[in-house]
């Protein structure tokens, strides 16, 4: 089973920049699926980006163009670069993982079988 730990989440106003991270540790990094899923109050968790065991890359479209999700295997960690942050992106964000997802599944937040804590980001505006 493979442990998760984000980090690098915090307070900055509308159109600076965040990037958060996910070390990993008990698993087989590089066979994972990765992905980046957030939840803002009183709203439901919804998914954000994921970076597939194969290496492929994929942004829900409210933040393409704005949020890079890349990894460094040496390091067993994924990042999520994020950039031009606006107020609605306020959310705790959750770092899961998942052994080789594909298609719809990468965006399904029940087919992941670990999962972080969790790591707050607010925008203000």
């Known amino acids: 089973q493979v442990q998760l730990v984000e980090s690098g989440g915090g307070s900055v106003q509308a159109g600076d920049s965040l990037r958060l991270a996910c070390t990993t540790s008990?698993?087989?990094?590089?066979?994972?699926?990765m992905g980046w899923f957030r939840q803002a109050p009183g709203k439901e968790r919804e998914f954000v980006a994921v970076?597939?065991?194969?290496?492929?890359?994929y942004n829900t479209d409210s933040v393409k163009g704005r949020f890079t999700i890349s990894r460094d295997s040496a390091k067993n960690t994924v990042y999520l670069q994020m950039n031009s942050l606006k107020p609605e992106d306020t959310a705790v964000y959750y770092c899961a993982a998942s052994r080789m997802l594909t298609g719809p599944r990468v965006r399904r937040q029940s087919d992941y079988t670990n999962w972080g804590q969790g790591t707050q980001v607010t925008v203000s505006s």
């Open positions: 970076i597939n065991w194969n290496g492929g890359t």
């Open positions: 008990g698993g087989t990094f590089w066979s994972y699926t």
